[in-house]
């Protein structure tokens, strides 16, 4: 299992919890994130059982599949219980597991049941207040788990039955860069880097290839024309960003759903904009942007230093591929000429998903860092904006690291992430120093600020001599994000 300590020890020690009631816990995340490769093993390593729903299934073909699967169980013929209702199956799964040394019932997919038989989550919790009150089931432990986001954010929200119920809430997300290229073998970070920038961290791509990995940028040339633009492979961006956008059954996959999301891979970052692009007023939009963010197909954040500007973007990297460069050449797609569509979206894969992410990688790169040195003692990372009052014109900060009290950002660092194919110079250099300057004159604290700049293609020797020259600088270039080395340059080092 890679890279799922944290998510795994949580786990367990929701199993191993020495209290003899029934216990519930809730795990989520998006399709092909690993959830059931997860709770598969927790399920085995606790003598414990598991039972995937299945969409589109009825609900008489549903309880009788939960009955065979409890009947193998228990070692008993399925014929016994094929008829019983939900709440004796629940009853009866939770007691046989709770009999086990730390058994665990996981009822995975648990949206699609839902979508016949709502009743399921109140059932859990009669069986959940029964045990609290020494009736019924005397122990277990259960966890439900799905991948449509919208239902699962709402099992635990308001008045809904679960509410106060579950001792866990785990939300299982991609791996970062780093994980991604260990998953996929891939030695060469700017190949690493590009292969993310398409598909993401969900490990579940892996296995969907019918080709080897790149291990170069060159290579990615024949990697990706042979899968994400190949109409018939698995990996094929429009088959995959169709099936996660319909996952959700709260979803209506409307026109303006997809019009929407489109119009924020294309830049629109705020409600405003994507009005502009779609002729819509603002306020009809508020309903549809809050329902795509709540099933997870977009992030909406706001500036730290601006707090009333909107920052929404695709959270799906295969999405966001998929309408900025699937889309545009779908004839040459459709046709069997992928290998010219790549050659013709080159540029706007490195302008508009290539520089996008690698911003946001270098900013996960630099939440994860522990060492003060790096990141002083920010409470925030993020990208912001901060207007040059003379020149009357908004300058973008990929990377900001800060503290925010009464309304005045205490400026822990100042960086740029660019993607150029060049080496980062002594002129990028001079340019952080002017946000820093611009960032005072807004009246926010820059006295003890580092300079980062992230590169992908390595620095300038006048810009690392500089750098250590002046010690508030630092250098960090896409091996260190990739195979988590060291920084090129850390601030104070000579």
Known sequence: MLSRDAEWAAL????????????????SGRRRVGKSFLLRALAEATDGLYVSAVAEESVVAARRRLAAEIAR???????????????????????LTARRRAGVFVIDELPYWMAHSPELPGLLQLLYDQSQAGQGV?????????????????LLSGTKALR???????????????????????????????????LGGAPGYRNLANVDPPQSTDELDDWAPATVLDPRQALFSGSEAEYLLREDP????????YAI?????????SPAKIGGLLEQPRSSLTRPIEALVSAGYLSYDTDPLWERRPVITVADPIVRFHNLITVPQRDLVETGQSTEAWRRSRPT?????????????ARAWLRGQADPALRGHASVVTGTVVNDRKGQ???????????????????????????????????????????????AEHGHDTGSAVLALFSMEGFQPDLVSTARRRGDVLLVGLPALVDAGDPVVVPGAR
């Open 261 to 269: 999301i489109n119009a924020v891979a294309n830049g629109a970052t």
């Open 349 to 361: 894969f490195v302008a508009r998903v290539l520089g996008p992410h690698f911003e946001s990688c």
């Open 12 to 27: 367990a020690q929701f199993v191993r919890h020495p209290d003899p009631r029934l216990r519930l816990g809730v795990v």
């Open 393 to 439: 014109a908004k300058n973008e900060i990929d990377v900001v690291a800060l503290d925010k009290r009464a309304g005045r950002a205490e400026i822990r660092l100042i960086g740029e992430a660019k993607a150029p194919v060049t080496r980062r110079s002594a002129a990028d250099l001079d340019r952080l120093d002017r946000l820093k300057e611009l960032l």
């Open 138 to 154: 005397t122990g277990g432990r259960v966890i439900v788990c799905g991948s449509a986001m919208s239902v699962m954010n709402n």
């Open 73 to 95: 169980y228990a070692g008993i013929g399925p014929e016994l219980i094929a008829d019983a209702s939900w709440e004796a199956l629940l009853s009866t799964a939770i007691e």
């Open 250 to 257: 709260k979803f209506t996959g409307s026109a303006l759903h």
């Open 164 to 198: 106060g119920r579950a001792a866990i809430d785990l939300c299982l997300h991609p791996f970062d860069l780093a994980t991604t290229a260990r998953h996929w073998g891939i030695g060469d970070p700017g190949a690493a880097l590009r292969v993310h920038a398409i």
